[in-house]
């Protein structure tokens, strides 16, 4: 018997997992202290279910316990740390209240469907209600959720195949070189060169945010010039973790320009000889420090919207921080359609260079910046 009684009043579990192939000896889970017999049974089945994984052909299965897999799941690939926040927020404030007393065994497409339609008379944080770009990214992860019972062999099928809502289409916006060099004007460049760095090398690499406040002078070649992408910072609750980058595919390297290494190489000298007290190892050091306190997301975001917002003129748009990505990527496009490089070419370069799992991604996301393209679908139809 796994539950038994003890003591005064007191109740303990001995749930067995079986022999260790090693030792041929019995592992076994035992924890003492319920006040209760049915607070132990509920132990019991809790330690069954979601440590030792024991399912019973008809069991009822519960959001948390699809949701505990996913997390192994992300753990196994590497997932970054802002990816699973992000299915955090949208489990704890969506997802796992709507399916709280669900079976996930047993739903139907008609109860994701009903799901979808909740979700569409939600509030947002931000006001009003979600948008259908927010519920589909939801509807994304429940796909997930369901794909993990799927290869638990909980369930045989995926309810969750739904058409996506249609998405507000938000035209994609960019610098061109002249409107970031006027963007640069704006920042000192003395007493505020960390930010003019960071928003160098979100231009010159198209490195996400998090990937250039992870960059320390170890994974910097000057010789050579290029860039290692090996991790991303990740800011929560007021502390920086340095984890994986969004995908495996995300790890590369990146070559630079001269004139941006000849700056790099003038300032990691300057920025040496600054702080070499309060480091033992300068390569250490995070690349915008001018201070022991390395650079985070919300001083950036405090410097954009306290400094610069009230910099800015009314023909130059302050555009978001992924925005210098898609600039990067628009300056390479039009440099390549001059030198007259084919689009398959262009596409594959900036796939690798940006760090995309594939090239679907890579495509639609920047297939508009070649509106030739269209023009010429269109002139075929003169030899109609």
């Given at each position: 018997?796994?539950?038994?009684?003890?003591?005064?009043?007191?109740?303990?579990?001995?749930?067995?997992?079986?022999?260790?192939?090693?030792?041929?000896?019995r592992?076994?889970?035992?924890?003492?202290?319920?006040?209760?017999?049915?607070?132990?049974?509920?132990?019991?089945?809790?330690?069954?279910l979601?440590?030792?994984r024991?399912?019973?052909?008809?069991?009822?299965?519960?959001?948390?316990?699809?949701?505990?897999?996913?997390?192994?799941?992300?753990?196994?690939?590497?997932?970054?740390?802002?990816?699973?926040?992000?299915?955090?927020?949208?489990?704890?404030?969506?997802i796992s209240?709507?399916?709280?007393?669900?079976?996930?065994?047993?739903?139907?497409?008609?109860?994701?469907?009903?799901?979808?339609?909740?979700?569409?008379e939600?509030?947002?944080?931000?006001?009003?209600?979600l948008?259908n770009?927010?519920?589909?990214?939801?509807?994304?992860?429940?796909?997930?959720?369901?794909d993990?019972?799927?290869?638990?062999?909980?369930?045989?099928?995926?309810?969750?195949?739904?058409?996506?809502?249609?998405e507000?289409?938000?035209?994609?916006?960019?610098?061109?070189?002249?409107?970031?060099?006027?963007?640069?004007?704006?920042?000192?460049?003395?007493?505020?060169?960390?930010?003019?760095?960071?928003?160098?090398?979100?231009?010159?690499t198209?490195?996400?945010?998090?990937?250039?406040?992870?960059?320390?002078?170890?994974?910097?070649?000057?010789?050579?010039?290029?860039?290692?992408?090996?991790?991303?910072?990740?800011?929560?609750?007021?502390?920086?973790?340095?984890?994986?980058?969004?995908?495996?595919?995300?790890?590369?390297?990146?070559?630079?320009?001269?004139?941006?290494?000849?700056?790099?190489?003038?300032?990691?000298?300057?920025?040496?000889?600054?702080?070499?007290?309060?480091?033992?190892?300068?390569?250490?050091?995070?690349?915008?420090q001018?201070?022991?306190?390395?650079?985070?997301?919300?001083?950036?975001?405090g410097?954009?919207?306290?400094?610069?917002?009230?910099?800015?003129?009314?023909?130059?748009?302050?555009?978001?921080?992924?925005?210098?990505?898609h600039?990067?990527?628009?300056?390479?496009?039009?440099?390549?359609?001059?030198?007259?490089e084919?689009?398959?070419?262009?596409?594959?370069?900036?796939?690798?260079?940006?760090g995309?799992?594939?090239?679907?991604?890579?495509?639609n996301?920047?297939?508009?910046?070649f509106?030739?393209?269209?023009?010429?679908?269109?002139?075929?139809?003169?030899?109609?």
């Open positions: 018997m796994t539950v038994s009684k003890y003591g005064k009043g007191l109740w303990k579990i001995d749930v067995s997992d079986g022999y260790d192939e090693l030792t041929g000896k592992k076994r889970i035992r924890k003492t202290g319920f006040t209760s017999k049915k607070q132990a049974e509920e132990y019991e089945a809790h330690i069954k979601f440590e030792l024991e399912l019973k052909p008809k069991q009822k299965i519960s959001i948390d316990y699809l949701y505990s897999l996913v997390k192994i799941e992300d753990e196994i690939r590497g997932n970054s740390q802002s990816t699973k926040d992000t299915q955090d927020s949208y489990y704890r404030v969506y209240k709507f399916f709280a007393k669900a079976n996930m065994r047993t739903l139907t497409v008609l109860d994701i469907k009903k799901f979808r339609e909740w979700l569409q939600q509030p947002s944080i931000k006001g009003g209600k948008t770009k927010n519920i589909n990214r939801q509807m994304i992860f429940l796909h997930k959720l369901f993990i019972s799927i290869l638990h062999q909980i369930r045989s099928d995926n309810p969750c195949q739904l058409k996506a809502l249609p507000k289409h938000v035209e994609m916006k960019y610098y061109t070189p002249e409107q970031f060099k006027r963007f640069l004007a704006l920042i000192d460049p003395i007493d505020e060169f960390r930010y003019k760095l960071f928003f160098e090398i979100l231009m010159f198209g490195a996400r945010s998090g990937e250039a406040l992870a960059l320390t002078w170890e994974v910097v070649n000057l010789d050579e010039g290029y860039i290692n992408i090996k991790s991303s910072a990740h800011y929560r609750k007021k502390e920086v973790t340095i984890g994986a980058t969004k995908t495996t595919q995300s790890v590369r390297r990146i070559y630079i320009h001269k004139s941006f290494v000849d700056e790099l190489k003038v300032w990691k000298t300057k920025q040496f000889k600054l702080l070499e007290k309060y480091v033992d190892k300068p390569e250490t050091l995070q690349i915008y001018t201070t022991p306190e390395i650079v985070t997301h919300p001083q950036i975001t410097f954009r919207h306290d400094k610069l917002k009230k910099r800015m003129p009314d023909d130059l748009p302050l555009i978001r921080n992924h925005d210098f990505r600039s990067h990527a628009a300056f390479l496009i039009s440099q390549g359609l001059r030198k007259g084919g689009k398959d070419y262009l596409f594959f370069t900036l796939m690798k260079r940006l995309h799992s594939s090239i679907t991604t890579t495509v996301t920047y297939s508009h910046l509106p030739s393209q269209q023009k010429e679908i269109a002139n075929a139809f003169d030899d109609f």
